[in-house]
């Protein structure tokens, strides 16, 4: 019985050992994918200015 017990625990601690990594593994995707988002965002928010501007040209070129 005690064996068993102890057999049952170890695999039970063997798979927590996966869970945690797993975790951490993804995690570390977050992480990475947050700084890849950023990156997209601020372009995305340089992209909104120029085409701002470019509108804000053209509506002038056109009450000429």
Excluded: F, P, W, Y
Aim: overall charge negative; hydrophobic content about 35%; aromatic content about 0%.
């Amino acid at each position: 019985r005690e064996d068993e017990m102890e057999e049952n625990l170890t695999h039970v601690g063997s798979i927590v050992g996966n869970l945690k990594s797993m975790a951490l593994d993804i995690g570390n995707e977050l992480e990475s994918q947050k700084d890849q988002i950023d990156r997209i965002r601020e372009k995305a928010n340089l992209n909104v200015s120029r085409i701002e501007a470019a509108n804000q040209k053209a509506t002038n070129l056109m009450k000429r």
